[in-house]
C-alpha cells in the first residue's frame, strides 16, 4: 500500500518534469510562429499567407501562464521573424545576423503581454473589440520603432508583402504601408478569436465582414490618380559578368543599342561608375557621346570620392548630351553595417566576422528633384538602393514635384537569395502611396517598372538578364491622400495606445500613493 507521501509526490515530480519541457517546446514554438510571416514576401510570395499567418503566434501568446513568460515569447517570435526575412545577409553578417535579430526581436517583447492580456482567458465584448484596435497598434509601434535607419530600417514590413494585391495597393494609397499592415494584423487578431475565443466569436465575425466591407469600398470609391500621359524610359542592366571596367564596357554597348527608339532617360543601376565624371573629362565625354547618339539623358550611379571633399559618396548623377548637367544626388541614408556602421568604435569588430564596410559612405544632406531637358523638363525623383524602402522618402519627393521616381540599385551580393525579388517588390508600394511611376534600375536584377497605382509595366528583367529594356511609362497627375495626409494610421494608433493605457496608468498610481498613505 502506497504511503501519502508517495502518492502525493509522484504527480508533483511529474509535473515538475513536464514543466521545463513544455517551456522549450513553447519557445521552439514561438522562433517557428514568428518566421511565418515571411512566406508572404518574395520569394515565396504567398501574400495570402499574411491574413492567418500571425494566428498561431497569438494564439501562444494568449495562453502563456505569465506576462514575463509572454514578453520571452513575443522576443523569441520577434528573434524568429527578424531571422527569416533576413536570412539572406546570413553569408555577409555571418552570426552577428543572429545577434541582431536578438536586439531587434526585443522590440516584439512588450507585445506580447499585450496579446496576453487582450485575448487571454475569456474576454468579454469590451476586452474583444479592444483587442481589434490594440494588438494591430501594438504591432505596428514595432513596425515603426524598427523602421528608424540606424535599426536596419523599414525592410519586411508586414504590409510590404501586398506588393502584388490591387486592392491592397488601394489601401496603401490612402495610408501608407502602414494602414495595410494594421489591417493584416486586425484580420488576424480576428481569426484567433474566432478560433479560441467562443464569448468573443460574434465580434470577430462582424469584425472581418467590416474588413471585407471597407476594403471593398475603398477598392470602388477611393479616389485614383488621373492619367497624364507617359514618358519612354530604358533601363540598363548590365549583368553579373566582369568588373567595373567590364560593367562600363558592356553598359556602354547596351546603351548604344537604345538610339532612334524615341528614349527620353536611359537609367543604370546603383554604383554603375566608380569614377565620378565630374572629375574625370575623359568619362564624362564617353557619357555625353551616349546621349548624344540616343537623344536621352543618363541618369548614372557614382560610388567615387569627389574631388576636393573627404571620403566616399553614392550619387546618382544626370549627364546629357554636353555632359554632366549638374543635377546630382548623393544618397542620405546608408545600408547599416553595408554602407556605414553604426558607432562604429563599439561595433566595428563586426568587420572581422562578415562583410561589413571597412570605411563609411559619406551621407548626403537633401533630396533632391530632377528635371530632364530630353523629356521637356520632366521631374524625377531619384533614390539609391536602401531608400525605396523608407515611405517617407517617395512621399517628400512626390510632394516636392516629382513626376516619376527613379531607384538606382544593387543587389549584386545577393544574387541568388530572396533580395532581389524583396527589393524590387518594393516600387510597387512606393508607386501605390505617391501616385508617381516608380522605376526600379539595377546592375545584375532584378529590375523592374511599375505605374502610378503599383501596376506592372513591361517586363521584368532577372537576375539572369544583360539587357537595355524599353518602357512607355504612364505618368499621372493628382496627389494621393498618403502623400497629402502622411503618416496617419501611425498616429491613430499611438492615440488608440495612448487612449487603452492612460487610464491603466492612472490607476496605478493612485494604488501606488495610497499605499504609502496607508504606510
Not at 541614408?333 to 572581422?352: D, I, K, N, S, Y
Not at 540599385?409 to 530572396?418: E, I, L, M, V
Request: charged share 15%; glycine share 10%.
Amino acid at each position: 500500500m502506497a504511503t501519502p507521501s508517495a502518492t502525493t509526490t509522484a504527480p508533483a515530480d511529474a509535473a515538475t518534469a513536464r514543466r521545463p519541457r513544455s517551456r522549450w517546446l513553447r519557445a521552439a514554438a514561438a522562433l517557428l510562429c514568428g518566421a511565418l510571416p515571411a512566406l508572404a514576401f518574395p520569394a515565396p510570395s504567398l501574400w495570402w499567407t499574411a491574413y492567418v499567418s500571425l494566428v498561431p503566434w497569438l494564439l501562444l501568446l494568449r495562453t502563456a501562464p505569465t506576462n514575463r513568460r509572454a514578453a520571452l515569447e513575443g522576443w523569441l517570435g520577434g528573434i524568429g521573424f527578424m531571422v527569416a526575412v533576413h536570412h539572406w545577409l546570413l553569408p555577409s553578417l555571418h552570426v552577428f545576423l543572429v545577434v541582431l535579430a536578438a536586439l531587434l526581436g526585443a522590440l516584439w517583447a512588450p507585445w506580447g503581454p499585450l496579446v496576453r492580456t487582450l485575448l487571454g482567458g475569456s474576454p468579454g465584448t469590451r476586452r474583444s473589440l479592444a483587442a481589434l484596435a490594440l494588438v494591430p497598434s501594438g504591432w505596428l509601434m514595432v513596425e515603426v520603432i524598427r523602421s528608424w535607419e540606424q535599426l536596419g530600417g523599414p525592410w519586411g514590413l508586414l504590409g510590404a508583402g501586398q506588393w502584388q494585391v490591387p486592392p491592397a495597393l488601394r489601401l496603401a494609397s490612402l495610408g501608407g504601408v502602414w494602414l495595410v499592415s494594421l489591417v493584416i494584423v486586425g484580420v488576424n487578431t480576428a481569426l484567433a478569436q474566432l478560433i479560441a475565443l467562443r464569448p468573443a466569436r460574434p465580434v470577430a465575425v462582424a469584425a472581418l465582414l467590416v474588413s471585407a466591407l471597407t476594403v471593398t469600398a475603398v477598392w470602388y470609391a477611393a479616389p485614383v490618380p488621373r492619367p497624364g500621359g507617359s514618358a519612354r524610359i530604358a533601363i540598363v542592366q548590365p549583368g553579373t559578368d566582369g568588373g567595373p571596367g567590364a560593367r562600363l564596357a558592356r553598359s556602354e554597348t547596351l546603351t548604344r543599342q537604345l538610339a532612334g527608339r524615341g528614349v527620353r532617360l536611359v537609367v543604370w543601376g546603383e554604383s554603375s561608375l566608380t569614377r565620378d565624371p565630374a572629375d574625370d573629362p575623359a568619362l564624362a565625354g564617353r557619357l555625353a557621346a551616349l546621349s548624344r547618339s540616343t537623344g536621352a539623358d543618363l541618369l548614372v550611379g557614382v560610388d567615387a570620392p569627389r574631388a576636393g571633399r573627404p571620403g566616399v559618396y553614392k550619387s546618382a548623377v544626370l549627364v546629357g548630351p554636353d555632359g554632366p548637367t549638374g543635377d546630382r544626388y548623393a544618397k542620405m541614408r546608408l545600408v547599416p553595417f553595408g554602407e556605414a556602421v553604426p558607432a562604429r568604435p563599439l561595433l566595428g569588430w563586426v568587420t572581422h566576422v562578415g562583410k561589413a564596410a571597412a570605411t563609411d559612405r559619406m551621407r548626403g544632406t537633401h533630396q533632391v528633384v530632377m528635371d530632364l531637358p530630353a523629356a521637356h523638363g520632366l521631374p524625377i525623383g531619384p533614390l539609391v538602393c536602401f531608400e525605396t524602402a523608407f515611405p517617407d522618402m517617395s512621399r517628400s519627393l512626390a510632394a516636392d514635384g516629382a513626376r516619376m521616381l527613379v531607384a538606382q540599385s544593387s543587389t549584386s551580393s545577393f544574387q541568388d537569395s530572396w533580395a532581389p525579388a524583396q527589393h524590387a517588390s518594393l516600387g510597387a508600394l512606393r508607386a501605390a502611396e505617391t501616385w508617381r511611376p516608380m522605376v526600379h534600375a539595377t546592375l545584375t536584377g532584378i529590375s523592374a517598372v511599375y505605374g502610378p497605382r503599383g501596376e506592372p509595366v513591361g517586363e521584368r528583367l532577372s537576375t539572369d538578364r544583360s539587357a537595355a529594356a524599353v518602357y512607355d511609362v504612364p505618368l499621372a497627375h493628382g496627389t494621393s491622400p498618403y502623400t497629402r495626409l502622411g503618416d496617419w494610421p501611425v498616429y491613430a494608433a499611438v492615440a488608440a495606445l495612448v487612449l487603452a493605457g492612460a487610464p491603466v496608468a492612472v490607476r496605478r498610481v493612485r494604488l501606488r500613493w495610497t499605499a504609502r498613505a496607508r504606510r
